[in-house]
């Protein structure tokens, strides 16, 4: 995944384009993203015992990925990301994620 949770995006299609925000969860499998403050529904929640007040709950529902930019860190700008893969003193593999603006490694 090219977006990790904790990240901050940009928008860039749907009713939300041109807003930002941090990465709340990230679903690999549906290739969705819940970003903080974005997409919000709202749930009605029915009362369950006399007296109770039905509730209201805002939630972030998830984006699409292909709706979404990854801002870089290093840079701040939206950027697209790119990966690289560096061996380690130990002869391991890692992949790291490249801002393609700045070319600075992204952790
Ligand atoms: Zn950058």
């Known amino acids: 995944m090219k977006i990790k ?3 901050k995006v940009k928008i860039i299609g ?8 941090k990465v ?8 969705r993203i819940s970003v ?5 529904l709202i749930k009605h929640m029915r009362p369950r015992r006399q007296g109770e007040k039905g509730q209201r709950i805002e939630f972030p529902a998830p984006l699409n990925i292909s709706n979404m930019m990854l801002i870089c860190p290093k840079c701040n700008k939206a950027a697209r ?10 002869g391991k593999k890692k992949k790291y994620r490249v801002c393609k603006k700045c070319q600075q490694v992204i952790a």
């Open 36 to 40: 903080e403050g974005l997409n919000l």
């Open 81 to 90: 990301v790119g990966f690289q893969t560096q061996v380690s003193e130990k």
């Open 14 to 21: 749907g009713k939300d384009r041109g807003k930002t925000g």
């Open 24 to 31: 709340l969860q990230v679903f690999p499998d549906r290739e």
């Open 5 to 7: 949770k904790g990240d």
